[in-house]
């Protein structure tokens, strides 16, 4: 009996492993105009820390709130460990983590209560959990929201994406307004996330930050996915940094007129 | 001039909005007189005896009404006296919103960044304001020239631009109060502060005429030299010095909020309490009600709660008193007595009650619904909602939730005025329906649901214009019950007002049909909500 209920969970893991953590299959969003994002396959297998690199405007927060289920593709489907965003989205975010782009506003709650909010809302949150993060990060959860700085927002969205150990981290440039003392404390936070099983996706601006971090890079130009590497393929290929990489999508005209001033 | 330019183009729907409403208000209101009244002596003089019976029961929102046989006398206190409660209103949420709602998103200090003073932007919003109330109230006398050429007559325009400039200075005079109170509390309270300060300076004009007592106090308040002002009245006249005073106040307003605004920190209030230093916390609020549905969301809002619920008691209390004192000496009088007998039918003060306190309480119960649906609008554009549904919870069980903590919120308030209404009538030893009294009570509650209903459908499909929409909605459906049996609209019409379908509770019981159409409106509503919710991106 015991070795069956170990078969099954064998065979369960397996199916688990073999299940990508994201995959998307030609997914889409079309805003009109050449804006959104077009015919997206994306893989990101599991225990991977995935870079999702563009300029903006690109598609990077298009991309992250399609696999959030907050907005409706076009066309196309996205799926977080088999289960389709827009269909099964209660279940998906279960096992995610999320970091939006902007922090919302919590006005006067203090911290602590828009932690125990969030938290009752999802349940299964541990107290030993909120307790740590905050202390690495020192984030004093008896202030109020509006009293905090733009990093220490940031930190309390670092806590409330965190907090429940989720299977997936989905972050949407997840050190803006962070400094470099905090960074480097995420940092470790991801590290240590990604050791402890989970996956990560995270969009950035911060080439060496992606370098440092991330397993696998993804290089969005107009909304199109124009090259996924893994860094330690590229490190021994020998190719150039990824800065070089990122700005080769670039044509010289697109970096003159970004140079320039209005 | 830049920053008045830039001021205009924020502030841009107030004016088109509140254009539209008092257009709207005086052109209804005198072609309503021609209807009603028509074109003869007497039956205009018929017509001006019933509406100064009415008056006498509207003293504590409208003013005095002079020459009501006449189209301007008419429009004058029908119209132009309850565009003054409207501009207040408006005053009270713009001059807030330009103090401290710009202030919180930060677009104070970008301004004052790029080299503007604190006096000149200050000063450029109050000018702004200016502009656009007199642009609005342009617009009602607009309205009342357009009505009075429907009805084939014509009028003098120098006292129909005499009533409007009056009104525009009175809003004038209610926005620098408003930014001056706004400089000197907290951001969270500069709304709440300015309202009960303008709500207050209203009260001791209108309810002078009831209580005496309050007449030496009616000089400090800028509604009373607005009702000075009666230059559409036969006979009456605009007053020049009230007018000037109304524009003095709002000077002199100004230019202390400037010299504070000078003195205070940005985001900081001027006048700041001590704060007890508390040591840092790393742990989670421990209490078990941010965990329960729906009982958190209560919990979160639980200071506008407290205050909607101790607010409407207070209220209540007072138009108790009010309609005693108001009935009594029409009692005294014997053949009022008997008229008033034979209709209320041995329920006098629950007649009248019902008909002074619910009147108002419907208003009141619009309003708590139409700033339930402006939080669920600011939920959707400042990121909370994708924040909450990126927790595992269905976009359904959010506007259930939202629904349900709305109906018990409606509940504790409308809980809150019946027990005051109750004890109040108990301490003054006057005879009132108490079943009927619980009944009205709890009828408020689907009366807001509708409101509500609307509003989730709003907030699903077009969460920045819900809030305005729902307004508007609110406006045609308070115009539609009053204008519906004075045009002998057809009922199926007049029952798309909710107002209508609550009807008269206290005085003719609960109208059950009005009472299940509310029901259904309420589950349309939010079933059509969820559906819409479902469909659309969110944080898009």
Redesign the interface.
């Known amino acids: 009996m015991k070795f069956e209920v170990a078969q099954l969970h064998g065979a369960y893991m397996l199916r688990e492993m073999a299940v990508s953590a994201i995959r998307t299959s030609k997914l889409s969003k079309d805003y009109g105009a050449g804006r959104g994002l077009f015919d997206l396959d994306l893989d990101v297998i599991p225990q991977e820390v995935f870079g999702y690199l563009g300029p903006n405007g690109a598609g990077k927060t298009t991309t992250i709130?399609l696999l959030?289920?907050?907005?409706?593709p076009s066309a196309g489907g996205a799926y977080v460990f088999g289960l389709d965003c827009n269909r099964d989205?209660?279940?998906v975010?279960?096992r995610?983590g999320?970091l939006?782009g902007?922090?919302?506003?919590?006005?006067?709650?203090?911290g602590?209560?828009v932690?125990?909010?969030?938290?009752?809302?999802?349940?299964g949150?541990d107290?030993k959990s909120?307790?740590g993060i905050?202390?690495r990060f020192?984030?004093?959860?008896?202030r109020r929201f509006?009293e905090y700085s733009s990093g220490n927002k940031r930190k309390l969205g670092i806590l409330?994406a965190f907090m429940h150990k989720p299977d997936l981290l989905i972050l949407d440039e997840p050190t803006n307004g962070l400094d470099p003392l905090n960074q480097q404390e995420f940092y470790e936070l991801l590290r240590e996330a990604r050791d402890g099983g989970a996956s990560v996706f995270l969009s950035s601006h911060v080439l060496s930050e992606v370098e440092h971090v991330c397993d696998t890079v993804g290089i969005l130009r107009d909304g199109k996915l124009v090259r996924v590497a893994r860094l330690d393929d590229l490190r021994a290929a020998g190719e150039t940094s990824l800065e070089e990489i990122f700005l080769s999508y670039y044509s010289d005209t697109d970096r003159e007129q970004k140079a320039l001033p209005e | 001039m830049t920053a008045i330019r830039f001021g205009l183009r924020l502030g841009r729907w107030g004016p088109l909005g509140f254009s539209f409403l008092t257009f709207a208000s005086s052109l209804i209101q005198a072609v309503g007189f021609y209807q009603i009244a028509g074109h003869t002596a007497a039956s205009r003089a018929a017509f001006a005896q019933s509406m100064s019976q009415l008056a006498a029961q509207l003293t504590f929102i409208l003013p005095p009404p002079a020459g009501l046989s006449t189209v301007g006398g008419y429009v004058e206190w029908r119209a132009f006296g309850g565009l003054a409660i409207l501009f207040g209103v408006w005053a009270l949420v713009s001059g807030s919103g330009a103090t401290r709602g710009d202030e919180e998103r930060g677009l104070v200090e970008a301004v004052l960044a790029s080299g503007v003073t604190r006096s000149r932007w200050l000063a450029s919003r109050v000018i702004g304001y200016a502009a656009m109330a007199l642009i609005a109230a342009l617009a009602g006398g607009l309205g009342l020239v357009a009505g009075v050429a429907v009805g084939g007559e014509s009028i003098n325009l120098g006292p129909v631009v005499e009533i409007c400039v009056a009104l525009a200075a009175l809003g004038l005079s209610c926005y620098s109060l408003t930014v001056l109170i706004a400089q000197v509390v907290g951001a969270r309270v500069a709304t709440a502060a300015a309202g009960v300060v303008l709500l207050a300076l209203f009260l001791v004009n209108r309810l002078s005429q009831t209580f005496t007592w309050l007449a030496a106090w009616r000089w400090i308040s800028p509604f009373h030299y607005y009702e000075l002002n009666q230059p559409l009245a036969p006979g009456g006249a605009f007053d020049a010095r009230a007018t000037l005073t109304m524009l003095g106040i709002a000077t002199v307003g100004a230019a202390v909020a400037a010299v504070a605004f000078e003195w205070r920190d940005l985001g900081a209030p001027l006048v700041r309490w001590p704060s007890r230093r508390s040591p840092a916390g790393y742990e989670a609020s421990r209490s078990p009600l941010w965990r329960i549905p729906v009982v958190r969301g209560l919990y979160e809002r639980r200071a506008g709660l407290a205050t909607w619920a101790v607010a409407l008691a207070a209220l209540a209390v007072l138009f108790v008193y009010l309609t005693k004192t108001v009935l009594q000496p029409l009692l005294s009088i014997p053949t009022l007595s008997q008229f008033f007998g034979a209709h209320a039918g041995g329920q006098l003060f629950t007649t009248f009650l019902g008909y002074i306190w619910l009147t108002f309480a419907q208003l009141l119960f619009a309003a708590f619904a139409i700033t339930q649906v402006a939080r669920w609008s600011a939920e959707d554009s400042d990121g909370r909602l994708e924040v909450i549904l990126s927790t595992p919870r269905s976009r359904a069980s959010v506007v259930v939730e939202r629904a349900v903590a709305l109906t018990l919120g409606a509940l504790l308030v409308a809980t809150a005025s019946g027990l005051a209404v109750g004890l109040a009538a108990h301490n003054q030893a006057v005879d009132i329906n108490r079943e009927r009294l619980a009944e009205g009570t709890l009828l408020l509650v689907p009366f807001a649901l509708v409101f509500a209903a609307a509003g989730a459908v709003l907030a699903a499909w077009n969460p920045r214009a819900a809030v305005g929409l729902l307004g508007g909605l609110a406006f045609a459906s308070y115009l539609l019950d009053e204008l519906g049996p004075l045009f002998k609209w057809p009922t199926w019409v007049q029952d798309l007002s909710a107002f209508k379908l609550f009807g008269t509770p206290l005085s003719s019981g609960v109208d059950r049909g009005g009472l299940a159409i509310m029901i259904v409106i309420i589950l349309v509503g939010f079933g059509a909500s969820i559906l819409l919710m479902e469909r659309r991106d969110v944080g898009a």
């Not at chain 1, 959030?68 to 409706?72: A, P, Q, S």
């Not at chain 1, 020192?138 to 008896?142: E, K, V």
């Open positions: 709130r959030m289920g907050m907005i409706k989205y209660v279940e975010k279960r995610v999320y939006p902007d922090m919302p506003q919590f006005g006067s709650l203090r602590k209560e932690v125990a909010y969030l938290g009752g809302m999802r349940g949150v107290p909120v307790h905050a202390e020192d984030l004093d959860l008896n509006r409330l």
